[in-house]
């Protein structure tokens, strides 16, 4: 089993939409989790981190549910920049729990 | 926030021979910086964590002879791809970690360099 698990889409949703993405991920000792998104041919740039209690930073809503080891992203009234690869990503315990293990992201598409 | 820049953005280069790619962080020190290599459509697979003044620690499948790291100092850590082949093609990014706060603690965030695009004729 992948460490990291995502639904890899494409999820193609139009201009206004909800959208939501979920991660699993099997280490049930890993201390911090995180969004990041990720543009064609580009660096990964952080979007969130998640918090137990979840958190929310404008349109984007983070979850976190330890008990069943997931985390999710909720995105509202999708804009067309949101458009990118969405990275769910788990900080381990591994190399001094320094390792940040990456799931296979989550492509959305938002049509005009 | 801080910023990590990498060199050369891409790169072709010529099966056999060796490529060297430079990672830097500019406003800030970093200890500890990571290398990563992503396939087309794949995620980020962690290859090395770089260490200023010690060895790189390489994750299972990596060719510590293939892909030397150097972290001479604390804002520099280069990553070469000796004897390149065709399967060598991919995306390879770097990050860092910074301390900061005022006990000097992690920043939890990884602060990712823009990428180097290496292809292997």
């Known amino acids: 089993r992948k460490e990291v698990e995502q639904d890899p889409g494409p999820f193609n949703v139009p201009e206004g939409a909800t959208v939501a993405f979920n991660c699993t991920y099997s280490n049930s000792a890993s201390q911090s989790f995180f969004w990041y998104r990720q543009d064609c041919r580009k660096e990964p740039k952080l979007l969130m981190s998640v918090y137990s209690s979840g958190n929310e930073d404008g349109r984007f809503t983070a979850q976190l549910n330890r008990a069943s080891q997931y985390i999710s992203l909720l995105i509202r009234d999708s804009k067309l920049s949101d458009s990118a690869t969405y990275l769910c990503v788990v900080k381990g315990v591994g190399n001094y729990g320094q390792n940040f293990v990456f799931g296979p992201g989550t492509r959305l598409s938002v049509l005009p | 926030g801080a910023v990590v820049s990498q060199h050369p953005s891409w790169v072709i280069c010529k099966s056999g021979t060796s490529v060297k790619i430079e990672c830097r962080s500019l406003?800030?020190?970093?200890?500890?910086m990571f290398w990563y290599r992503q396939f087309p459509k794949q995620s980020l697979m962690l290859m090395a964590t770089s260490n200023e003044g010690s060895k790189a620690t390489y994750e299972q499948g990596v060719e510590k002879d293939k892909f030397l790291i150097n972290h001479a100092s604390l804002t520099l850590s280069t990553l070469t791809v000796t004897s390149a082949h065709p399967e060598d093609s991919s995306f390879y990014i770097c990050s860092a970690r910074r301390r900061g706060g005022l006990a000097g603690e992690w920043d939890n965030e990884q602060f990712f360099g823009p990428g180097t695009r290496l292809t292997v004729l």
């Open positions: 406003d800030f020190q970093a200890t500890t």
